[in-house]
């Protein structure tokens, strides 16, 4: 399967949202002990950011909400900011953003978290000072892609970390592959949602990012963890008949030929469009046994 162009701050956008609790104990694991399970985890809308904020409002992707509702502790905030290319950050802006954040939510208890999909070096700390003192002392938690092994976290029980893995460090093609597939264990172990599953799923590729020759191996060394990718789209195959029957069959086909081989040309879409539901069947049947996408839609149903 080749894996698409992963659209970096969207994906863990959606990640941190779909996950709240599990991305604060990845990401921010020294000040999530004490978000139990009294405390819930509500992500602040951009919209209300801006509303609230006005002229003074600086997007950032994922801001968390945490409250208590017996009014044990005061509202805590998470600030997370993903970063594709290190050299674009800006700590003076994410000192705003936070300082934004504290006065919108009339709190001084917010948490800054960086995740850096690139290993370049950025600054941690931030200080404003003159000859007798500091006046102004500013840090923030981050995760930086390939930073720490993905063995630390091969049977976490986490799902967050579970599909982070490939973006962790690995050595070789042996690790890499075993990275994928301990993530496609964790997705089908810990997300019962067949909708997310297949949404990360898309993750687990796009990140992984296997050449040819290492899909083959990967169907050679782990059949299981394949038969998990090839049911999580058969099964959202299923759901897609039920939101409209050829359609979603046909989307669905598609998504698996892409995955497969690769982005379809607009005459194979739409040849898949225009395919009855027997003929959808039958070319999804063939999908893992071809070798091309030709070799599927050219098959007799």
């Known amino acids: 399967m080749s894996p698409q162009t992963p659209d970096y701050d969207q994906d863990f956008k959606n990640l941190i949202v779909d996950y709240p609790r599990e991305a604060i104990a990845f990401f921010a694991s020294q ?12 992500p602040i809308r951009q919209e209300q950011l801006k509303e609230r904020l006005r002229h003074h409002y600086r997007a950032l992707d994922t801001p968390l909400h ?3 509702s017996n009014g044990e ?10 970063e594709t290319r290190a050299e674009r950050f800006d700590i003076h802006r994410l000192i705003h953003y936070c300082t934004d954040l504290s006065q919108m939510l009339g709190t001084t208890r917010i948490v800054p978290v960086v995740i850096f999909l690139s290993a370049r070096p950025v600054p941690t700390r931030l200080e404003l000072a003159g000859d007798q003192h500091t006046y102004l002392s500013f840090q923030y938690l981050y995760w930086q892609a390939g930073a720490e092994s993905y063995r630390q976290h091969v049977d976490s029980s986490n799902i967050v970390a579970r599909l982070c893995l490939p973006l962790m460090h690995w050595e070789g093609t042996d690790e890499k592959l075993e990275a994928r597939a301990s993530a496609l264990q964790g997705l089908e172990t810990l997300e019962p949602d067949p909708n997310r599953r297949l949404k990360y799923a898309d993750f687990v590729d796009n990140y992984a990012q296997l050449d040819e020759n290492e899909q083959e191996l990967f169907r050679q060394r782990y059949p299981v963890e394949e038969a998990i990718m090839t049911g999580i789209v058969s099964r959202s195959r299923q759901e897609g008949r039920q939101e409209g029957r050829l ?3 046909a989307k669905m086909l598609a998504r ?3 995955r497969r081989f690769g982005p379809l040309n607009d005459q194979q879409l739409g040849r898949i469009r225009s395919a009855d539901e027997q003929t959808l069947w039958a070319w999804s049947d063939r999908v893992f046994q071809a070798d091309s996408a030709d070799e599927v839609l050219d098959s007799q149903s």
Do not use: Q, T
């Open 31 to 42: 000040e999530a002990a004490r978000v139990d399970h009294s405390a819930r985890v509500l």
């Open 66 to 68: 945490i409250e208590w």
């Open 73 to 82: 502790r005061e509202v805590l905030a998470f600030a997370f900011e993903e």
């Open 247 to 249: 359609e979603g069959e």
């Open 256 to 258: 698996m030929l892409e």
